[in-house]
């Protein structure tokens, strides 16, 4: 019974750790590919926030710079806050925290994207009305004499315009307007120079109205306000993740312990089987002796000559059946414990050196009946064997607690089957006619005849 638990635990135990093994492969494999997407998710926008950034930055200082960059990056990082509000691991539970963060960064992501707008639309108008007037200096030397004070006053307003672009400084607007306020006051003389002030007042009034909201709209777009909210979301996703990252190891953990169980169970199992086999086979052995020997004796019983002659063992087997003379009394008189000792000693006085050349085996058949069967004896060493049997016997004294004990046998000399019931029969057949301590079945003495007419 304890045997079978302990086979149903080892089962059990191995079946539950396949199937963590299972599970804990496939979560972590599962889980890895999902926090390396978020993460690279998280990177990749600050890249291309970074490099947008830099292309602001860049179109702002430059004459002249090709605005796709710039569109480029804003479906960029569109797609790139798209791609991470959607990663499938944000729809865990314990991730379900950052959906209103996340919320937020995607309408930061839509002022920056209105910001950007604004600002290209700003720059396109102050770019255009700069390239203008870089331009529109150049004919003042054929609308004006070269000797008039307005040369000076429109270098001045180029140069401090191309220091205001450049260095995204609005402080040169003041003398600007000082240099515009002198070419205003220019006394013209026709209507070109009129035209040429109205025009160029024109455009320096625009750039002078839009450049701090021009300015104010790179300051925004620079301040990283988008930035600082990505990274605080990242923050909290290490920490929710260093937590499941924990689990996966108390999991492994678990798993390990489980596993070691497992090994220790079925190495137990193994050994308390090999030990169980072991006591099992010595069992095997004790019930084979028990089935196959006397246990007084120690010599082959009834069940052990039959099976050796059941299985042709022997191919011309002779029986010595041996029998103790008035065993009955020495029981009654002596007691059982002396009779079991005669017995013992009977059992080894039997085992003869000269029947060794014939393949002896010895038997007690129970009661004060010993057996010898020998393989292939010629009659007559059969009956000299006898003989020398009944002799030794005879003036052997058996001594117990003082008490010299003397004892004879007769002996029944059988070839023909069945050898135990032949001899038998003629054994006790002369015991009750005849003197005789050595007889020999034989077939013309019509023994079983003789019973059947008695019956």
Same mark, same amino acid.
């Not at 009129?194 to 160029?200: E, G, N, P, S, Y």
């Given at each position: ?18 199937? =963590? ?13 999902? #926090? ?12 291309? #926030? $970074?490099?947008?950034?830099? $292309?602001?930055?860049? %179109?702002?200082?430059?004459?002249? /710079? *090709? ?13 790139? #806050? ?35 707008? +604004? ?39 180029? %140069?401090?315009? %191309? *220091? ?27 209507? $070109? ?27 925004? =777009?620079?301040?990283?306000? =988008? !930035? ?9 996703? +290490?920490? !929710? ?31 308390? %089987? ?8 010595? &069992? ?7 089935? /196959? ?14 099976? !050796?002659?059941?299985?042709?063992? @022997? ?9 103790? /003379? ?31 050349? @014939?393949?002896?085996? #010895? ?9 010898? &069967?020998?393989? +292939? ?26 008490? +010299? ?18 001899? $038998? ?25 003789? !019973?059947?007419?008695?019956?």
């Amino acid at each position: 019974m304890n045997q079978n638990r302990s086979v149903i635990l080892a089962f059990f135990t191995a079946f539950v750790s396949v199937l =963590l093994t299972s599970y804990y492969y496939l979560h972590q494999r599962e889980y890895s590919l999902q #926090y390396k997407t978020v993460i690279n998710a998280f990177h990749t926008m600050q890249n291309d #926030y $970074d490099t947008l950034s830099y $292309d602001i930055l860049k %179109s702002a200082v430059y004459s002249y /710079n *090709n605005q796709d960059d710039i569109a480029k990056g804003m479906a960029s990082l569109n797609l790139d #806050y798209a791609n991470l509000y959607n990663a499938p691991l944000f729809q865990n539970k314990q991730y379900l925290m950052l959906d209103y963060p996340l919320i937020d960064l995607g309408i930061s992501i839509a002022e920056y994207n209105s910001a950007i707008e +604004d600002y290209l639309m700003l720059n396109a108008g102050i770019k255009n009305s700069f390239v203008f007037l870089l331009n529109y200096a150049e004919s003042t030397h054929e609308i004006f004499p070269s000797n008039a004070s307005i040369h000076n006053d429109i270098n001045a307003i180029t %140069s401090e315009l %191309s *220091n205001m672009q450049r260095l995204l400084d609005k402080m040169h607007i003041q003398t600007v307007a000082e240099h515009l306020k002198n070419v205003k006051d220019f006394h013209t003389t026709n209507k $070109d120079q009129r035209a040429f002030i109205q025009t160029l007042t024109l455009h320096i009034n625009y750039i002078q109205h839009n450049f701090p909201a021009f300015i104010a709209a790179i300051s925004t =777009l620079q301040d990283k306000k =988008l !930035i600082r909210e990505l990274l605080e979301i990242q923050n909290n996703f +290490d920490q !929710i993740a260093k937590k499941d990252f924990i689990m996966i190891d108390r999991l492994a953990i678990l798993l390990f312990i489980l596993i070691i169980t497992a090994l220790v169970v079925v190495v137990n199992l193994l050994l308390r %089987s090999q030990h169980e086999n072991i006591r099992l086979k010595d &069992l095997q052995k004790r019930l084979e002796h028990i089935v /196959n020997f006397d246990s007084l004796t120690a010599l082959l019983n009834r069940n052990s000559f039959n099976h !050796i002659l059941a299985t042709k063992q @022997y191919k011309k087997p002779t029986l010595l059946l041996i029998n103790i /003379n008035k065993f009955k009394h020495v029981n009654d008189l002596y007691g059982a414990d002396v009779g079991n000792y005669i017995l013992q000693e009977m059992s080894q006085l039997i085992k003869l050196p000269v029947v060794e050349p @014939y393949n002896p085996q #010895y038997f007690h058949f129970g009661g004060d009946d010993f057996g010898i &069967l020998l393989e +292939d004896i010629p009659a007559k060493k059969a009956t000299r064997c006898a003989e020398t049997l009944i002799q030794s016997v005879k003036h052997f004294v058996f001594v117990d607690n003082d008490i +010299d004990i003397n004892i004879t046998i007769n002996i029944a000399i059988n070839s023909e089957e069945p050898l135990l019931e032949n001899a $038998d029969m003629v054994l006790k057949n002369y015991k009750k006619n005849t003197l005789k301590t050595v007889v020999t079945f034989s077939k013309a003495l019509r023994l079983k005849e003789q !019973i059947q007419n008695n019956i």
